[in-house]
C-alpha cells in the first residue's frame, strides 16, 4: 500500500475507442469579465491575476520554461514581479489538503464550482466554505451538476469545475464527461475518493474512477501525495483550456485532502512530452496554397464547427475578404451570424437543402474546426465528391480520420485564419480576382426553392412556430440551452444565432437531460443574460429535479418544454423505417391517453416556479411574451403535435441525393427505406385532410 510520500500517481487517458492522439495543445485567452459580475467572481480574477507564479501564453504555453523575448520587443531591465497571492493562510503555515485544493482552484480564477457532497468529499466542501471568492451551486444531482459545468464552460469559454464524492457519485459524472471530450469542452472534475489505506479492497463506496474514465477523459490523475496537489491542479486546468480543451479528472483520497503540509506553489509543471507535441505556427507555404486553391476556385464553401468557436471574428473577416458561402455544423452554429446573407445555415442530416446543396457541387471545400462527423457526411463516399478539400484542424487525429483531405495544416484555426487573412490583404490582386456572384446566385435560388418551411394545422402548435416567435421576440440574444432529440434539431434550425457561445447542446454524445442544467450552468455564469431551456418533455424529465435548484438559487432560467408525449425523434425513425410501429416510445400514461402526463405545471408548483401551458396557436406569443417579462424563473409547457417530422432529413448513411422535405407522421404507408415519392404522395394526402 502507498504510504503518505508517494508521488501523484498519473494516468495518462489513452482512448483507443475514439482513436484519438492525446497531445492536444494551445492556448485560448483570457476571458474578461463585465462589471456586472459579482462580487466574488471579481475577487476571483484579482486573485488569478495576482498569482504568485508566472501565468502561461500562447507564445510561452509553458510558464516553467523561458522563452526568447522577440527580436522587436524591447525588455525592460528588471523583471516585474506580481503582488503575492492574498492567501488565508500565512506562507509556512500547515493546512489541511483540501485547503490547498480550494486555494489552487482559487490561483486559477474559480468563482464557481457546482459541487453535491458525500462521505469522500465533505473535506473539500469544509474549505469551500471557508473561501471567499468560490461560491457553490448545489445542483440536485452530480449529472446535472456536470451538466451544469458544461454549460458555464461553453457559454463562457472558461473552464468548468465539478465536484463529486467517490463511488455513486463519481460515476454520475460519467455522461457529462464523455459529453465534454465529444464536444471539446474545458471542465476539471474533481472527486473525492476512499482513504488511501483502503483503495483496492471493495471498501463502502469507492469506485476506481480513474480507470472508469480513462477513455473519457482527456487526462486524470489519483493523487497520493499532499504535495502535489497545486502542481496537478494547474496541470489539470492547463490541459483542459489548451489544444483541443476537453475534461481532465482529479481523484483524491479523503485522507490526502485531511492531510496537513506547506503547499509549494511554485513547482513546475511535468508536461514536456505534451508541450513538445503542440502544434507549431502556421507555416506560410501551406497558407499560401491554400490561398492559391481559392484564387482558382469558381465555387468556394467554408465548412466550419465548433473547433472556430474562439475564432469567430478572425473567421468573419475572412469572410469579408473572400465572399465565401459558410455552412456550419450543429457545434458551429453562432460562430459566423445566421442572418448574414452568405450563412447557409447548417448543413448534415437535418441542414438545410442549400446548405448539403453546396457541399454536393463545390469544387472547394475548406473544412475548418471540423471533424467530419457522420451525421454532417452521411455516406462518406458521397460527401463533397466533386470539391478539393483542405482541412484544418488542432488535433491531429482529426486530419484525415474520416475523409482524406487534399490539403491539411494541424494548427490553431485562429493563428492560421489571422495568418491567412494576412495574406489576402498583402496579395491585393488575388482579392480583385475573387469573383463568386454566379455561384452566391445559384445558392440564393436554392434558398428561394427550398426555404425552411412549416405547415400549420388549425389550433395545432407547430414546434417550429413557437421557436421562430422565440427568436422574434428575444431578437435573436438570447443563450439557448437543449435536450437532444426533434426540439433540438428545431432549435438549430429556427433559432437564428449571430454570436458564438450562445447555443449550448449535447452535440456528439446526445445526451437526453442536458438541457435544463446546462441552463443552470449559463445563468450563473451570464448574470443578465437571457437563458432559455427549449427542451422537449422526454429529456426535460430526465433531470426535472433541477427546478429545485433554479428555484434555491432563483436564477432566471426560462424552460419551453415543447410536450409532444412522444419520444419524438425515435417516433419519426419508426414513422420513416419501422412501418410507424410504436416500440415503448409513448411517454403518456396508457390508461388516460387523452389527458398530458406528467403534468410539468405540477413539477414546476412543487418547486414554486410560476408556470404556464399552451395547447393553441393563437395562444403561443402572448404566452411566450409573458414568460420572458416575468422576472425569476418560468416554464412554459407548449403541447405540440407528435406527429411532425424535422425536415429536411437526409437518412443515416444516405447521400444529398436522398434528401426528404416532405412529409410526416400523418401519412401513411411509410415503409423502411421509404423514399421521396412515396413522401411527397403523404404530404399530398397530409394537405387534403387539413384544408
Known amino acids: 500500500m502507498a504510504s503518505a510520500s508517494t508521488s501523484a500517481t498519473t494516468f495518462a487517458a489513452t482512448k483507443p475507442f475514439f482513436n484519438r492522439s492525446n497531445h492536444r495543445l494551445h492556448y485560448h485567452h483570457a476571458f474578461a469579465p463585465s462589471p456586472s459580475y459579482p462580487c466574488r467572481r471579481t475577487s476571483a480574477l484579482r486573485a488569478r491575476s495576482a498569482a504568485s507564479y508566472p501565468q502561461p501564453s500562447p507564445s510561452n504555453p509553458n510558464p516553467a520554461v523561458a522563452t526568447k523575448p522577440a527580436v ?395 421557436i421562430k416567435v422565440l427568436d422574434e421576440l428575444t431578437n435573436g440574444e438570447a443563450i439557448i440551452s437543449t435536450g437532444v432529440g426533434q426540439h433540438q434539431m428545431w432549435s438549430a434550425q429556427w433559432y437564428k444565432y449571430n454570436r458564438p457561445r450562445q447555443w449550448l447542446t449535447s452535440g456528439g454524445l446526445g445526451a437526453m437531460g442536458f438541457g435544463l442544467p446546462a441552463a443552470i450552468g449559463a445563468a450563473v455564469g451570464n448574470p443578465g443574460s437571457i437563458v432559455v431551456d427549449i427542451d422537449g418533455d422526454g429529456s426535460f424529465i430526465m433531470n426535472v429535479q433541477e427546478l429545485a435548484t433554479i428555484r434555491a438559487y432563483n436564477l432566471p432560467v426560462k424552460m419551453m418544454v415543447l410536450n409532444n408525449q412522444h419520444l419524438g425523434m425515435v417516433v419519426q425513425w419508426e414513422d420513416r423505417f419501422y412501418k410507424a410501429n410504436r416500440a415503448h416510445t409513448y411517454l403518456g400514461n396508457p390508461a388516460k391517453e387523452s389527458e398530458i402526463f406528467p403534468n410539468m405545471l405540477k413539477f414546476a408548483e412543487a418547486c414554486d416556479i410560476p408556470a404556464a401551458r399552451v395547447t393553441r396557436v393563437s395562444e403561443v406569443k402572448g404566452a411566450i411574451q409573458k414568460m420572458l417579462e416575468t422576472p425569476g424563473p418560468y416554464l412554459l409547457d407548449v403541447i405540440v403535435p407528435h406527429q411532425e417530422h424535422v425536415l429536411p432529413m437526409i437518412p443515416s448513411g444516405g447521400a444529398f441525393k436522398d434528401v426528404i422535405t416532405e412529409g410526416d407522421g400523418r401519412s401513411n404507408g411509410f415503409a423502411a427505406g421509404a423514399g421521396a415519392v412515396e413522401v411527397i404522395s403523404g404530404l399530398s394526402r397530409r394537405q387534403s385532410l387539413h384544408k
Open 72 to 466: 522587436r520587443t524591447k525588455q525592460p531591465d528588471h523583471q516585474i514581479i506580481p503582488p503575492p497571492f492574498p492567501s488565508r493562510f500565512a506562507a509556512d503555515e500547515p493546512r489541511k489538503g483540501a485547503d490547498i485544493l480550494v486555494e489552487a482552484l482559487e490561483r486559477e480564477g474559480v468563482s464557481d464550482v457546482f459541487a453535491y457532497p458525500g462521505g469522500a468529499s465533505m473535506e473539500i466542501h469544509q474549505a469551500l466554505t471557508r473561501s471567499s471568492s468560490i461560491g457553490n451551486v448545489l445542483c440536485r444531482h452530480e449529472q446535472g451538476e456536470i451538466f451544469a459545468a458544461e454549460g458555464y464552460a461553453r457559454s463562457t469559454g472558461r473552464v468548468g469545475v465539478c465536484i463529486a464524492t467517490s463511488g455513486p457519485g463519481a460515476t454520475n459524472l460519467v455522461s457529462g464527461l464523455a459529453d465534454a471530450l465529444l464536444d471539446s469542452i474545458p471542465l476539471v472534475a474533481i472527486t473525492g475518493q476512499v482513504p488511501r489505506r483502503m483503495i483496492g479492497t471493495d471498501a463502502f463506496q469507492e469506485t476506481p474512477i480513474v480507470e472508469v474514465t480513462r477513455s473519457i477523459t482527456k487526462h486524470n490523475y489519483l493523487i497520493l501525495d499532499v504535495d502535489d496537489i497545486p502542481r496537478v491542479v494547474r496541470e489539470a486546468f492547463f490541459l483542459a483550456s489548451s489544444g483541443r480543451p476537453g475534461p481532465v479528472l482529479i481523484d483524491i483520497p479523503k485522507d490526502v485532502q485531511q492531510q496537513l503540509a506547506v503547499p509549494n506553489w511554485f513547482q513546475e509543471m511535468k508536461l514536456h512530452g505534451y508541450i513538445h507535441r503542440l502544434p507549431k505556427l502556421p507555416v506560410d507555404s501551406q497558407l499560401e496554397l491554400i490561398v492559391d486553391l481559392i484564387a482558382r476556385s469558381k465555387k468556394p464553401v467554408l465548412y466550419i464547427g465548433g473547433g472556430c468557436v474562439n475564432s469567430s471574428s478572425e473567421l468573419r473577416r475572412f469572410v469579408d475578404l473572400t465572399g465565401i458561402p459558410v455552412a456550419s455544423t450543429l457545434m458551429g452554429l453562432g460562430v459566423f451570424p445566421s442572418c448574414n446573407d452568405l450563412s447557409l445555415q447548417m448543413l448534415g442530416m437535418h441542414g438545410t437543402v442549400y446548405a448539403n446543396y453546396a457541399v454536393d457541387k463545390a469544387d472547394l471545400l475548406l473544412a475548418f474546426g471540423v471533424r467530419f462527423d457522420d451525421r454532417v457526411t452521411g455516406k462518406l463516399e458521397a460527401f463533397a465528391s466533386r470539391a478539393s478539400i483542405v482541412h484544418i484542424d488542432i488535433d491531429p487525429a482529426e486530419i484525415g480520420k474520416n475523409k482524406q483531405p487534399h490539403v491539411s495544416l494541424c494548427a490553431d484555426i485562429r493563428l492560421a485564419l489571422e495568418r491567412l487573412n494576412g495574406m489576402l490583404v498583402e496579395k491585393e490582386e488575388v482579392i480583385r480576382s475573387l469573383d463568386f456572384t454566379a455561384w452566391r446566385n445559384e445558392l440564393d435560388e436554392q434558398k428561394k426553392n427550398w426555404p425552411l418551411s412549416f405547415l400549420n394545422f388549425r389550433e395545432a402548435i407547430p414546434p417550429q412556430y413557437a
